[in-house]
């Protein structure tokens, strides 16, 4: 057994890029793997976000298993997951990992976790320990092609405050144990919020991204540019 695969979550308001940043962090790891001779790599993404989801329509918690760059937007890529056959189960890893599918899901059936909070948090739940089980049956295999473990990236929904900064936290401290938390912060009250946990009491490292907008950047260059006095021109 090698090392842990290492496990990262995004949160954020809504509208603050984390389908972008998920997006952008797979590729990158992708790349990165296949750079360092790696036959056949994968990422797996546990998304949270049942208004926006990236790989399934809305309503709906998935764990998708990434082996291919993520080129499209969500409604091009869409995965509704793999019939389970006697035949699908013989398949070995290093064929099911060289293409992206759907490993579980759950159908939430609303699109924000307000809806049903216990339930949301069930489903999550069954999910990380189906990862679990999976990077165990990955890192297990020698033959898999692939000198990595199977890293994880949680993608969780925009409802960062009151009870949601509840459900974000227990995702964080008792169902996913992130080693890396991405926390993305905007310039309005609505998409600036505190992280539910305190870093120095885990083993977790925190980092947050300042996003601001067009009209921010322009408050601040005007706040920035010098005043020049009015030019006076002298009598006749």
Not at 97 to 123: I, M, V, W
Request: net charge negative; with cysteine; hydrophobic share 30%.
């Amino acid at each position: 057994m090698g090392r842990p695969p290492p496990k990262m979550l995004i949160c954020g308001a809504k509208g603050v890029g984390k389908s972008t940043l998920l997006r952008y962090t797979a590729n990158r790891i992708l790349s990165e793997y296949y750079d360092d001779g790696a036959s056949n790599a994968s990422v797996a993404i546990l998304d949270c976000d049942v208004g926006q989801p990236e790989f399934t329509p809305p309503g709906i918690v998935s764990l998708t298993i990434v082996s291919q760059p993520i080129l499209t937007s969500p409604h091009r890529h869409m995965m509704y997951g793999e019939e389970k056959t006697a035949s699908s189960e013989n398949v070995d890893n290093s064929e099911r990992r060289s293409n992206s599918y759907c490993e579980q899901s759950y159908y939430f059936g609303y699109t924000t976790s307000k809806a049903d909070p216990q339930t949301y948090l069930h489903f999550i739940s069954r999910l990380m320990k189906a990862y679990q089980q999976l990077a165990i049956r990955e890192d297990s295999d020698i033959d898999n092609g692939s000198r990595h473990p199977l890293p994880l990236i949680v993608n969780c929904d925009g409802w960062v405050k009151s009870m949601g900064r509840d459900i974000l936290a227990t995702i964080i401290l008792d169902i996913v144990h992130p080693d890396h938390i991405v926390q993305i912060v905007g310039p309005t009250k609505s998409t600036s919020f505190e992280l539910p946990i305190q870093e120095s009491s885990t083993n977790t490292k925190v980092h947050v991204v300042e996003i601001f907008g067009a009209q921010h950047q322009q408050q601040q260059q005007s706040a920035n540019r010098p005043i020049l006095a009015p030019s006076v021109r002298p009598k006749d």
